[in-house]
């Protein structure tokens, strides 16, 4: 246990739809960062938060988006969702907002998978 | 941009065999380097890092060293074990923590 909690750990829903996918970090740890895996992708960062605040973005669709709450649990909220959505999603969490080399190690929660039928 | 370049797999070995996994990467400056480890139905678990030119990264038997003048970080173990399959990613560490993977190299070990 990485100690980072992700639910729901699958998901399945339709074309048009809206889901959200959370994210507890690793205790004392203040950012979470999102990224999906898909076959042809890879792993793409979306977007950072730290403590509360959003502090980056990456590859992160207009249809997506995220917020960190005040005890620091973050939601990523997918909608109008398409075929092409389907994918793992990861959360993952860190002790600092990384301003400097990136050297923080980023703890990986399991994984929520989306299938879009 | 940042990225990063590894061997595509599977890479199929018998047990006790010698793994060597390549990975390069085009960055500016000199980034942090990791190799991520996913076994299946799992996340990413970090398996190793190094922050600076000629450092060696070292955990449970693997190793990697940064090397500057070839931009590299190649993943080795001496003699692979059958619990050792699983995805592995080298990835570099970009301002704010976000990391650039590369695509993930698959490792099948055979007994």
């Known amino acids: 246990d990485s100690g980072v909690t992700q639910t729901p750990k699958h998901l399945i829903t339709a074309t048009g739809q809206r889901v959200t996918l959370r994210c507890s970090p690793r205790s004392g740890d203040l950012s979470v960062y999102w990224y999906q895996q898909s076959l042809d992708q890879g792993l793409q960062f979306l977007i950072q938060y730290y403590n509360g605040e959003e502090r980056a973005k990456g590859n992160i669709l207009e249809r997506f988006s995220a917020q960190q709450f005040p005890d620091l649990h973050s939601e990523l909220n997918l909608s109008s969702l398409e075929l092409g959505d389907s994918a793992l999603y990861f959360c993952a969490s860190a002790l600092g907002s990384g301003l400097g080399t990136g050297a923080n190690v980023l703890t990986f929660g399991a994984g929520s998978r989306l299938t879009v039928l | 941009g940042n990225s990063v370049t590894q061997m595509e797999g599977p890479v199929t070995l018998s047990e006790e065999a010698f793994l060597t996994i390549n990975c390069t990467y085009t960055a500016t400056g000199y980034p942090s380097l990791f190799w991520y480890v996913q076994y299946p139905g799992e996340g990413l678990q970090l398996l190793l890092k190094a922050t600076k030119a000629d450092d060696k990264g070292s955990n449970k038997g693997f190793e990697a060293t940064y090397r500057k003048e070839t931009t590299s970080f190649h993943l080795e173990k001496g003699s692979v074990q059958v619990s050792d399959s699983a995805v592995y990613f080298c990835?570099?560490?970009?301002?704010?923590?976000?990391?650039?993977f590369g695509a993930g190299t698959i490792l099948r070990v055979k007994s």
């Open positions: 990835a570099l560490g970009e301002y704010g923590n976000k990391l650039v």
